[in-house]
């Protein structure tokens, strides 16, 4: 069963689909889950906005759900299908939640996908568990990779995104002089594949930068290959975990988008890391979302609580970002929820977030400046 996701790859391996388009979701959230069961579907794709639907939406009623004959036993691999690091806390909470509907634990897994490329690695059901490696934030910033023990301090928890596809080859490389990067450094994830697209649908004629993105060469090494770029930053690692074959495999870790990554002081952060710490400072803080402007971090959050607590908010977000990031906020703004644009795929439209704090779009509750 395929919600938001491609009808060509079943008319590729002729399984028959259920495709559910994402308002039909929206309206019932019961919808995917009764039609798993119902049909006793084995591999399913989704994306994590519905993840998130079902878990937030139906938290409560797994109970109601087992009443109902809701039976997930069939489901044998359940991939999210993502632009984006893995979300581990979402997977584990989505599989500890409908346990109790007989969903494996095993069968929740990630996948990744590009613009140039849709499929470049998946998780299999034969294989081991997905790899969960532990790197360390500080040289993470520097683009540096160092695995650290769990629990480490300043340590932030990558799950691979797959095991890399027959036919794809990655390689990862530093998107400003364009040469390879050892196995230690974190660079732009590149892909050569005979199933690349070929360039984007444009009325524009942007030929440079099709050329860029889908046809580019290494500067040194192998000058000769064609590859294409994901714009997205990660690392390579061999697991020790051994697959149905016996054999270990090439893991990629996908850390975040290069065009949304925060250059501050020298150094480079990601969004998302931030953006956790903030949603933990406040139980009434629903979403968050940070940016730059003119070299200043703004962060955006959404208040589902009173709004009377918008002002005790500002103190909690700038001293948690300057605790576990060390970076000095200069804007907060308070927002009401749904303010957040977020896409079909669950991502968020911070460049989107950004145009429209800069028009003055934003209806907020309450801005404080530290300037």
Known sequence: MLPCFDLSCSVYSGHQSILIPPFELETCLSLWLSTLSQYRVRDTFCSYSVMEFCTKGLGTQTELLKARGVNLSCVRSCVVIAEERPRLALTHSFSKLFKDLGLSTRAVSTAFGSRVNLAVCLQGTTGPDPCTVYVDMKSLRHDRVRLVERGAPQSLPLMESGKILPGVRVIIVNPETRGPLGDSHLGEIWVNSPHNASGYYTIYGEESLQADHFNTKLSFGDPQTLWARTGYLGFVKRTELLDASGDRHDALFVVGSLGETLEL??????????ETSVSRAHRSIAESAVFTWTNLLVVVSELCG??????????????????EHHLIVGVVVIVDPGVIPINSRGE??????????????????YVAYNM
């Open 306 to 323: 009173s709004e009377q607590d918008a002002l005790d908010l500002v103190p909690l977000i700038t001293n948690v970002v300057l605790e």
């Open 348 to 365: 968020k439209q911070r460049m989107h977030l950004r145009d429209s704090f800069l028009a003055d779009q934003l209806d907020p509750i």
């Open 265 to 274: 002081r020298g150094l480079r952060y990601h969004p998302i890391d931030i």
